[in-house]
Protein backbone atom coordinates (compact mmCIF):
# COMPACT_ATOMS: atom_id res chain seq x y z
CA UNK A 1 0.00 0.00 0.00
CA UNK A 2 1.50 3.30 -0.96
CA UNK A 3 1.64 6.10 0.09
CA UNK A 4 -1.37 8.92 0.84
CA UNK A 5 -1.88 12.57 1.14
CA UNK A 6 -1.42 14.27 4.41
CA UNK A 7 -4.98 15.11 4.69
CA UNK A 8 -5.95 11.29 3.97
CA UNK A 9 -3.37 10.27 6.47
CA UNK A 10 -4.62 12.54 9.32
CA UNK A 11 -8.01 11.22 8.78
CA UNK A 12 -6.95 7.31 8.62
CA UNK A 13 -5.47 8.60 12.03
CA UNK A 14 -9.13 9.65 13.32
CA UNK A 15 -10.53 6.59 11.87
CA UNK A 16 -8.21 4.63 13.66
CA UNK A 17 -7.95 6.04 16.60
CA UNK A 18 -12.05 6.07 17.11
CA UNK A 19 -12.12 2.55 16.14
CA UNK A 20 -9.19 1.64 18.95
CA UNK A 21 -11.32 3.46 21.56
CA UNK A 22 -14.58 2.19 20.84
CA UNK A 23 -12.92 -1.42 21.50
CA UNK A 24 -14.90 -3.32 24.79
CA UNK A 25 -12.82 -5.22 27.33
CA UNK A 26 -9.76 -3.59 26.25
CA UNK A 27 -8.15 -4.55 30.13
CA UNK A 28 -8.94 -8.26 29.54
CA UNK A 29 -7.16 -7.40 25.90
CA UNK A 30 -4.40 -6.14 27.44
CA UNK A 31 -4.13 -8.44 29.69
CA UNK A 32 -3.67 -11.34 27.06
CA UNK A 33 -1.40 -9.44 25.07
CA UNK A 34 1.04 -8.89 28.26
CA UNK A 35 0.67 -12.89 28.97
CA UNK A 36 1.48 -13.66 25.41
CA UNK A 37 4.63 -10.91 25.53
CA UNK A 38 5.95 -12.39 29.00
CA UNK A 39 6.13 -15.51 26.94
CA UNK A 40 7.68 -14.64 24.01
CA UNK A 41 11.12 -15.65 23.97
CA UNK A 42 12.60 -12.09 22.79
CA UNK A 43 11.36 -10.86 25.91
CA UNK A 44 12.42 -13.34 28.17
CA UNK A 45 16.20 -13.05 26.06
CA UNK A 46 15.94 -9.43 26.75
CA UNK A 47 17.98 -7.51 29.22
CA UNK A 48 16.89 -4.30 28.76
CA UNK A 49 13.75 -3.05 27.38
CA UNK A 50 12.70 -0.05 25.84
CA UNK A 51 9.10 0.72 26.00
CA UNK A 52 6.56 3.25 25.88
CA UNK A 53 4.06 4.10 28.81
CA UNK A 54 0.57 3.84 27.67
CA UNK A 55 -2.14 6.15 27.81
CA UNK A 56 -6.00 6.00 26.61
CA UNK A 57 -6.90 3.20 24.64
CA UNK A 58 -3.53 1.94 23.80
CA UNK A 59 -2.86 -1.58 24.97
CA UNK A 60 -1.42 -1.62 28.83
CA UNK A 61 2.48 -0.98 28.94
CA UNK A 62 2.03 -0.23 32.46
CA UNK A 63 2.36 -3.78 33.80
CA UNK A 64 4.64 -4.88 31.62
CA UNK A 65 7.25 -1.77 33.04
CA UNK A 66 6.22 -3.16 36.82
CA UNK A 67 7.14 -7.05 35.37
CA UNK A 68 10.29 -6.27 33.90
CA UNK A 69 11.86 -4.07 36.62
CA UNK A 70 10.82 -7.09 39.04
CA UNK A 71 12.74 -9.70 37.06
CA UNK A 72 15.62 -7.06 37.05
CA UNK A 73 15.87 -6.07 33.55
CA UNK A 74 16.96 -2.64 32.61
CA UNK A 75 14.04 -0.29 31.75
CA UNK A 76 14.15 2.56 30.02
CA UNK A 77 11.08 4.71 28.75
CA UNK A 78 11.06 7.76 26.38
CA UNK A 79 11.51 11.40 26.49
CA UNK A 80 10.62 13.93 23.78
CA UNK A 81 13.48 16.41 23.50
CA UNK A 82 11.96 18.87 21.64
CA UNK A 83 9.03 19.99 19.30
CA UNK A 84 10.73 18.11 15.77
CA UNK A 85 10.69 14.85 16.62
CA UNK A 86 13.79 14.18 18.82
CA UNK A 87 13.41 12.07 21.58
CA UNK A 88 15.59 10.03 23.81
CA UNK A 89 15.50 7.15 26.32
CA UNK A 90 16.45 7.31 30.37
CA UNK A 91 16.64 4.41 32.60
CA UNK A 92 13.62 4.11 34.94
CA UNK A 93 14.08 2.42 38.24
CA UNK A 94 10.77 3.21 39.70
CA UNK A 95 7.66 4.49 38.63
CA UNK A 96 8.32 7.86 41.37
CA UNK A 97 11.18 8.30 39.01
CA UNK A 98 8.65 9.51 35.65
CA UNK A 99 7.18 13.27 35.94
CA UNK A 100 4.27 14.91 33.19
CA UNK A 101 6.10 15.63 30.29
CA UNK A 102 5.46 16.26 26.99
CA UNK A 103 1.69 15.73 25.07
CA UNK A 104 0.32 14.64 28.49
CA UNK A 105 2.69 11.88 29.12
CA UNK A 106 4.73 10.87 31.64
CA UNK A 107 8.39 10.75 31.16
CA UNK A 108 11.53 9.95 32.88
CA UNK A 109 13.08 12.83 34.70
CA UNK A 110 16.46 13.48 33.80
CA UNK A 111 17.89 14.53 37.26
CA UNK A 112 16.76 10.90 38.41
CA UNK A 113 17.00 8.69 35.39
CA UNK A 114 20.43 8.18 33.29
CA UNK A 115 20.26 7.99 29.70
CA UNK A 116 20.17 5.13 27.99
CA UNK A 117 23.93 3.82 26.52
CA UNK A 118 23.82 0.69 24.14
CA UNK A 119 20.57 -1.32 22.77
CA UNK A 120 22.40 -4.01 22.63
CA UNK A 121 20.57 -7.37 24.11
CA UNK A 122 17.30 -4.81 24.25
CA UNK A 123 14.07 -5.46 22.79
CA UNK A 124 11.56 -2.13 22.18
CA UNK A 125 8.52 -1.81 22.12
CA UNK A 126 6.69 0.60 19.60
CA UNK A 127 3.48 2.24 19.68
CA UNK A 128 1.01 2.64 16.64
CA UNK A 129 -2.62 3.33 16.33
CA UNK A 130 -2.90 0.11 14.40
CA UNK A 131 -0.34 -1.94 12.61
CA UNK A 132 -0.40 -4.34 9.14
CA UNK A 133 0.17 -8.19 8.47
CA UNK A 134 3.74 -6.80 7.17
CA UNK A 135 4.51 -5.06 10.37
CA UNK A 136 4.19 -1.30 9.20
CA UNK A 137 2.84 0.85 11.71
CA UNK A 138 0.32 3.73 11.18
CA UNK A 139 1.56 6.19 14.36
CA UNK A 140 0.73 9.59 15.97
CA UNK A 141 1.96 11.64 13.40
CA UNK A 142 5.03 13.04 15.21
CA UNK A 143 7.98 11.24 13.95
CA UNK A 144 9.32 10.67 17.48
CA UNK A 145 9.81 7.07 16.84
CA UNK A 146 10.72 6.85 12.73
CA UNK A 147 13.86 9.20 13.60
CA UNK A 148 14.33 6.69 16.85
CA UNK A 149 14.60 3.52 14.91
CA UNK A 150 16.16 4.83 12.00
CA UNK A 151 19.42 4.34 14.46
CA UNK A 152 18.20 1.64 16.98
CA UNK A 153 19.55 -2.13 15.86
CA UNK A 154 17.82 -4.02 18.50
CA UNK A 155 14.65 -6.14 18.07
CA UNK A 156 11.66 -4.51 17.79
CA UNK A 157 7.71 -5.12 18.60
CA UNK A 158 4.30 -4.20 18.34
CA UNK A 159 1.71 -4.41 20.56
CA UNK A 160 -1.77 -4.15 19.06
CA UNK A 161 -5.47 -5.10 19.76
CA UNK A 162 -6.87 -8.23 16.65
CA UNK A 163 -9.19 -6.01 15.34
CA UNK A 164 -6.60 -3.18 14.81
CA UNK A 165 -4.62 -5.40 12.68
CA UNK A 166 -4.66 -4.24 9.18
CA UNK A 167 -3.47 -5.80 5.61
CA UNK A 168 -1.75 -2.99 4.63
CA UNK A 169 -1.14 0.53 6.16
CA UNK A 170 0.32 3.42 4.02
CA UNK A 171 4.17 3.83 4.20
CA UNK A 172 6.96 5.65 2.97
CA UNK A 173 10.70 5.67 2.31
CA UNK A 174 11.81 5.84 6.01
CA UNK A 175 9.01 3.74 7.77
CA UNK A 176 10.61 0.62 9.75
CA UNK A 177 8.32 -2.55 10.43
CA UNK A 178 8.85 -4.41 13.53
CA UNK A 179 10.35 -7.79 13.62
CA UNK A 180 7.17 -9.12 15.42
CA UNK A 181 3.42 -7.87 16.51
CA UNK A 182 1.71 -9.37 19.72
CA UNK A 183 -2.00 -9.30 19.95
CA UNK A 184 -4.19 -11.53 22.06
CA UNK A 185 -3.91 -14.57 20.25
CA UNK A 186 0.10 -14.39 20.69
CA UNK A 187 2.74 -13.53 18.21
CA UNK A 188 1.24 -12.50 14.88
CA UNK A 189 3.01 -14.07 11.55
CA UNK A 190 4.31 -11.01 9.55
CA UNK A 191 4.10 -11.40 5.65
CA UNK A 192 7.49 -11.17 3.97
CA UNK A 193 7.75 -8.31 1.24
CA UNK A 194 10.15 -5.79 -0.11
CA UNK A 195 10.92 -2.28 2.15
CA UNK A 196 8.78 0.54 0.71
CA UNK A 197 10.12 2.68 -2.18
CA UNK A 198 11.90 -0.67 -3.65
CA UNK A 199 9.93 -1.62 -6.95
CA UNK A 200 7.37 -4.50 -6.43
CA UNK A 201 6.52 -4.03 -2.64
CA UNK A 202 3.13 -4.28 -2.07
Sequence with gaps: MGGISLPEKALLRRELLARR?????????????????????????????????????????????????????????????????????????????????????????????????????????VPGLAFDEMGYRLGYGKGYYDRFLAGYPGTTAGLCYGEMMLPALPRGPYDKRVDFVITEAGAFALRKGQEPGKEGCV
Design 21 to 125: DALSKRSQRSSAIQEALWAHPAYQEARKLFLYLSKGSEPDTWKILDRALAEGKEVYAPRCLDKNGSMAFYRVTCRETLAPGSFGLLEPDPLKCPPAGSAEGALCL
